[in-house]
Antibody, heavy 120, light 106 residues
């Protein structure tokens, strides 16, 4: 069955770089787009960026200067790296898959999320 | 960027009550999608392409709308429907979410 699972450090120091991994199963990264979405505690959802199925990437312009998304198709993994972390980057980070059914672009499967706290 | 404004921000409904949640877009979008999120859990796809229920979603839920105004309706509120609901669009870059409506049981 389709699964996505985020992993990474729960605590990052200010100004450091965050590295997260999304490991997927049940589908191929060359057939589906995978996005990163984050959610600060008690707040709403923010789109961060996408790894397109063809290997290209797109980013939220508000984060573009700090964000990098890459992948390893042989390991079915998508990676997120975000630099210069600040306390406002404290959030739960999700990876999510875009459905190929339907007409619009929407997320049919989400990972469980990984909580990242930025603190010294 | 298309801003999605959800209303109300918070509401409480009694079991059996009809509930309507609204999502207004700052510019016209082709489709709206909705997610349900319960505390401590990941969002779940609830309504896609404006009016299609995701797998397993009870038929008391329906979605409608066009252009800049969309809604999610619960025909008869049940306890398990208490959650936060988010709308989402990607008719225009960047992909955006509404700020959510927290729906509580009265």
């Amino acid at each position: 069955q389709v699964q996505l699972k985020e992993s990474g450090p729960g605590l990052v120091q200010p100004s450091q770089t965050l590295s997260l991994t999304c490991t997927v199963s049940g589908f191929s990264l060359t057939s589906y787009h995978v996005h990163w979405v984050r959610q600060p505690p008690g707040k709403g959802l923010e789109w961060m960026g996408v790894m397109w199925s063809d290997g290209d990437t797109s980013y939220n312009s508000a984060l573009k200067s700090r964000l990098s998304i890459s992948r390893d198709t042989s390991k079915s993994q998508v990676f997120l790296k975000m630099s210069s972390l600040q306390t406002e980057d404290t959030a739960t980070y999700y990876c999510a898959r875009v459905s190929t059914e339907g007409i619009g672009d929407y997320f049919d499967y989400w990972g469980q999320g990984v909580m990242v706290t930025v603190s010294s | 960027e298309i801003v999605l404004t959800q209303s109300p921000t918070t509401m409480a409904a009694s079991p059996g009550e009809k509930v309507t949640l609204t999502c207004r877009a700052s510019s016209s979008v082709s489709y709206m999608h909705w997610y349900q999120q319960k505390s401590g859990a990941s969002p779940k796809l609830w309504i896609y392409d404006t009016s299609n229920r995701a797998s397993g979603v009870p038929n008391r839920f329906s979605g409608s709308g066009s252009g800049t105004s969309y809604s999610l309706t619960i025909s008869s509120m049940e306890t398990e429907d208490a959650a936060t609901y988010y709308c989402q669009q990607w008719s225009s870059n960047p992909l955006t979410f509404g700020s959510g409506t927290k729906l509580e049981i009265k």
